[in-house]
């Protein structure tokens, strides 16, 4: 079961993140608000065990609609790993 980190809105509903670790690798994705839309940026790295090696990825969008508008802010339950690739590995943009 992936855990969700928490999803924090920041600098007055213009930036929000959500951030999720697991296995020594975190996933985040980041928004930020723009004049004609949103920039999102996913990021992954950490230490893979299985592999014996580190990772570092970067990935940025442009997208009209943001991923993480009408999320809950600080949610600690757990939620399940559809939900939480829904956010990081997903067709976000």
């Known amino acids: 079961m992936y855990e969700l980190k928490s999803i924090r809105t920041m600098d007055k509903n213009k ?3 959500i951030t999720e670790e ?4 975190t996933k985040s994705l980041k928004v930020e608000e723009a004049e004609n839309g ?7 790295y950490g230490y893979v065990e299985d592999e014996d090696k580190h990772i570092d990825e970067t990935k ?6 943001n991923p ?4 809950k802010e600080n949610i600690k339950s757990p939620m399940s790993k559809e939900e939480m ?9």
């Not at 697991?22 to 690798?25: F, Q």
């Not at 940025?60 to 609609?65: C, E």
């Not at 993480?68 to 999320?71: D, N, T, Y």
């Open 60 to 65: 940025k969008y442009i997208s009209t609609k």
């Open 38 to 44: 949103f920039i999102i940026t996913k990021n992954k």
């Open 85 to 93: 690739f829904s956010f990081l590995d997903g067709d976000i943009v």
């Open 22 to 25: 697991k296995d020594g690798v």
């Open 68 to 71: 993480l508008e009408g999320k």
């Open 15 to 17: 930036h929000w993140s």
